[in-house]
């Protein structure tokens, strides 16, 4: 095979790790990257009205992630596009049954749920998501790939994978950012704000990354039940500081304003608030 990787970018900062982690994909692998940076205009706006409404700040890239390799793909005649993992069988979603093929890898629930369409207004025009492939209008060119997941074929293990990775030139985050929202090094590790995107869960459903990850290390045997409870109650509901300050950033918030509208998604029927105006949850993991 003669690969080509399609990568989007955030424009968010990105972290020492991120920057090469990409450099070494290309020389390690001697693959051709082809990297979207998405307009930022675009991304600001779009970010604030999906964080503000639905909670969901990252929906723009994540949306892209899925969409622009299959626009690549069409437009180069590169029919076989390989995804990694299958996020809603792997990590708990409405697929119950895992497929080879990604052809349904827009209905997932990531970055397939919103129509694009009320994001437009006299700033944001079609044009400025051209590159937003839609299954439903591009049919025709649906119909000539091959997406699948990897997942499929090699028995998807995300620790094993870092290793794996590691051996290869990897970079993770240790001696450069210690999240304290999150118990791994390894994760998401290219920017620093979009991991806000995943945190956004705990106000949302009451558990974020660390259970997620708490979780996947138990069924890996590398965590005893009673240890990830520690670390999720430790961890879980702690946001980022240096998360937000990027985030704010970028998008042009206060920080006094990101949390208001961040306050207006906590999930009342799993949240109380204390004396000091902290968020709780009214049934911790014990």
């Known amino acids: 095979m003669n690969p080509v990787l399609f990568s989007v970018e955030d424009n968010f900062t990105m972290t020492e ?53 299959f626009a690549m793909a069409a437009k180069f005649n590169t029919p076989l596009l390989v995804y990694g993992e299958n996020v809603s069988y792997e990590y708990g979603g409405t697929d119950s049954v895992e497929t080879p093929s990604a052809k349904g890898i827009f209905l997932n629930g990531v970055a397939s749920d919103l129509d ?52 290869r030139g990897f970079s993770d985050l240790q001696g450069e950012w210690d999240r304290s929202h999150c118990i791994e090094t390894f994760d998401q590790v290219d920017s620093i704000a979009y991991i806000l995107h995943a945190w956004l869960k ?50 042009g918030y206060s920080k006094n304003e990101f949390y208001q509208i961040l306050e207006k998604h906590y999930n009342k029927d799993l949240f109380y608030q204390n004396e ?7 049934n911790p993991l014990v």
């Open 17 to 69: 790790a991120g920057k090469k982690n990409l450099r070494n994909l290309s020389e390690e692998f001697k693959c051709h990257i082809i990297s979207l940076k998405p307009d930022i205009f675009t991304q600001k706006k779009i970010m604030r009205k999906t964080f503000e409404k639905y909670g969901k700040p990252t929906w723009f890239i994540d949306r892209l992630i899925y969409s622009y390799p």
């Open 116 to 167: 694009i369409h009320e994001f437009l207004d006299e700033d944001i025009k079609e044009q400025n998501l051209q590159l937003f492939f839609d299954p439903n209008k591009n049919k025709a060119d649906l119909e000539k790939l091959e997406p699948i997941y990897l997942s499929y074929f090699v028995k998807w293990n995300s620790y094993q994978n870092y290793i794996f990775a590691k051996k």
């Open 202 to 251: 705990y106000p949302k459903f009451g558990h974020a990354g660390a259970s997620d990850y708490a979780s996947r290390l138990i069924r890996y045997k590398l965590l005893s039940r009673e240890e990830a409870v520690k670390l999720v109650n430790e961890k879980d509901h702690k946001l980022d500081n240096k998360v937000v300050e990027d985030f704010c950033a970028f998008v």
């Open 276 to 282: 000091y105006g902290e968020f709780k949850l009214k």
